[in-house]
């Protein structure tokens, strides 16, 4: 079976080593036009606050302080309120000075946010304010697109239907197959009227030509916020790859090499989940702490692995999707194994796996200790489904009900 293993030692030697260069510095705030912010969340940039808690500090009158133990990384504060609300904008700031101090404004002003104190945070900003599409001209496209938008001028007639149909439909496997034409619309920019897809066009190579000059930068200009911006970029812009990569291997993987972004990005860059490579070993728990490894459940069958959260309505939608189809192939070779990305216990585990009725063994993700979201590249997301061959190759990522049954029933029967 083939599958990618995870040098653990390596990897544990190699943070001990870096999380030495730890420093505690002072975090002092002032929060302008903001009456109904009370908290504000600090955590590293990056960290899920679903599964892994932020450090929680209030504001009263206006302002707030904390000392903070800080590794040399970014790190992001959230107003708590923007959080709860599922609408945030986090400000990202480097501990790279004794005291960092900061003026924030509400989110539609936050382009007056000032962060003072250290290089990195310097750096950062005049970046944020070079480097960035926030212009006349991109602005005015990005008006005219919205202005298409709400006129109805935007979509053209063939994405009109298919969204009309993704309004209207409750079976759950067809709907799931019109959202994956849809996304497959949208990522290859089919999806427009003629009118729009030529403003989209002049408003992508405006933004690659930004990005390429970012890019220069900071491969000339090494430093932990142009690292940041690396990673950043490489976490949420599927675009640029090649460039990231080669910046990433030739400079910061030099400059950086026992930094958790340097770990986390050759996971990205070399390690990818894939349709065609092979999967990911990791070993979990299970609901009594009993230690699995996952090659050792899987070994010889087509499997499942289903990550998913008690927290993430779309993933336990998915998982009891399978139920039937689990039923159906488990006799002929067929398994699942769950993994649940739970905070501090599995409380919530118990309930969902009770309510739902998973039939198969789950284990237990907490607090991201095993890193298992990050190596199968759902770091953001509260799970993905991933079906494995006999030989340990990714034969589908996030499979539809219909295209599970439909390779199971190729390979099984």
Known sequence: MKYIAIPVLLVFAELTTWAQSSRTIVVEGRVVDRPYSHTV???????????????EVPIHDGRFQLTLEAQPQAYELTFAEEWQNACWLPVVFFPDADTIRMTLFP????????????????????????????????????????SRYMNHTYYNAEAVELLDRIDHEEDRATLDSLLKIWDAKQKARTHMTPEATATDRLMCAYRDSVNGARYEHIRRHPSMAGYYWLYNDQMFNPSGRAVREEIYRTVYAVRYPEHPYTKQLNQMFYHRIETGKPFVDFEAPDLDNRMHRLSDKIA?????????ASWCGSCRRNSMAVIPIYNEFKDKGFTVVGVARESDNTDAMRRAIEKDGYPWLNLAELNDRAGIWQLYGVSNAGGGQFLVDRDGTVLAINPTAAELRKILSEKLN
């Open 41 to 55: 969340l600090i955590s590293p940039a990056g960290q899920d606050m679903r599964v892994n808690h932020p450090q």
């Open 107 to 146: 989110m539609d002003s936050a382009s007056m946010n000032r962060i003072d104190g250290g290089p990195d945070n310097a750096y950062f900003a005049t970046m944020d304010s070079v480097y960035t599409c926030r212009t006349p001209v991109f602005m005015a496209w990005d008006s005219l697109q919205q």
């Open 300 to 308: 010889g069958q087509i499997a499942l692995i289903d990550l998913w």
